[in-house]
């Protein structure tokens, strides 16, 4: 009789094409590569839906080269493309274009199989009906890496039950909402997606949230000491009243702190920063999709002239009319007035390398979680600015639950303009009052808890 071959143990990784999604997920193959040195580790690559998007697509090519010429030995692994879904737009347009790639997804899954034993199957948090051709191939540990916070997986896992006992659409209803592992929620605090029941993307986030239910475990990109609430809710069953809980795995915080061409010194706003004095600048940055309108830029323009401190802004137009120049939008000599004290940068921003710097004493940020746990590792205070997705969610944790930012009256409420007024008004509270000072104290005790549990 001929000697059966051994197949190799493997993990197989399925991100969306997203900055936000597959950095993490990057990292998280990372960190199994140094529990497992000889486990093989595949991610799977799909192309993204919204080719138009080149800018977002050219970053995810980058890093997916910085990982593949690592020597970490984490394979990648190219997916042929489908068919886009038509009619379709943002969210909704992913999750359908995740159903298109089962057969794809199936093909490949199969193909790994015949030399490796596939032991876990990772799926990004929108990829969830991945489960379904897990099960054909009978793997029987499929994951979720959830990469925003164990808050987030407390709504995803007790939003069946939300849209059980409310049968209106949540933007009609005049109650705050509640949700275990979270403070009370404004109905506009929910992302965009859910607010109507009748939105494209709510029946495929509702059938993914009942899938969430059923998984081996979720991963999720926290530490039990950030976020000790909503932990305990999870651990307590309170996000799954009718059923049991997957399993809780904190794996954060997951950072890439090498990020491709972070690494200069050479970068004209690092230069400028040491040239400021130690915690003297505010950062405001809105992550990779976040633009304002040329009327919200001049208010901000003018908030950061009536505050007095010091700043580095990094900033997007947002027009339908194309890309508009900074000197079409800000106030006439708002450059030359501020040229002492700021600085504005209209291109990339290495962000890490900002964050990680002496100058830096407070980020005014768009509650993206990618962003928020890098401040926590630098120990940078916060100004809440959410502006789209679980953004709003986040900030109310960020300023209520977690008690690590400033809320900005007016953000995150799109039909709001935020006036220039309320800028100065958290600015000087972070940076100069009592409020501040209780934040820097607890963002420098969670900044040691960080390190603490990555070293775990």
Known sequence: MGRRSIKNSGVVLFPIPADGHLVPMIEVAKRLRQHSPTLSITVLLMQTPFPSVLSATQSTASHVQAAESSGLGIDFLHLPPVEAPEGLEGLACMLQYVENLKPVVSDALASLSSTTTISAFVLDMFCVAMTDVAAELRISATYVFYITNAAGVCYRLYFPTLDRIHQQDFKDLSEEIEIPGWPPLSPQALPQAILSKK????????????????????????????????????????????????????????????????????????????????????????????????????????????????????????????????????????????????????????????????????????????????????GVPLIAWPLYAEQKMNAVLLVKELEIAIGLKGAGQSDLLVKGEELPKAVKSLMEGEEGMKIKEKMKRLKELGRMAVQE
């Open 199 to 378: 939105s494209p993307a709510y029946p495929g986030l509702l059938d993914g949230a009942r899938r969430f239910q059923q998984l081996k475990g979720i991963l999720v990109n926290t530490f039990s000491e950030l976020e000790p609430v909503a932990m305990k809710a999870l651990a307590d069953g309170r996000c799954v009243p009718d059923g049991p809980t997957p399993s809780i795995h904190p794996v954060g915080p997951l950072l890439c702190l090498q990020q491709p061409g972070s690494e200069s010194p050479d970068h004209e706003c690092i230069k400028w920063l040491d040239q400021q004095p130690c915690g003297s600048v505010v950062f405001l940055c809105f992550g990779s999709l976040g633009a304002f309108s040329g009327e919200q830029i001049r208010e901000i323009a003018r908030g950061l002239e009536l505050c007095g401190h010091r700043f580095l802004w990094s900033v997007r137009v947002q027009s339908r009319q194309g890309q508009l120049s900074l000197d079409e939008v800000l106030p006439t000599g708002f450059v030359e007035r501020t040229r002492e004290r700021g600085l504005v940068w209209s291109t990339w921003v290495p962000q890490i390398a900002v964050l990680s710097h002496s100058a830096i004493g407070g980020f005014v940020t768009h509650c993206g979680w990618n962003s928020t746990l890098e401040s926590v590792w630098f």
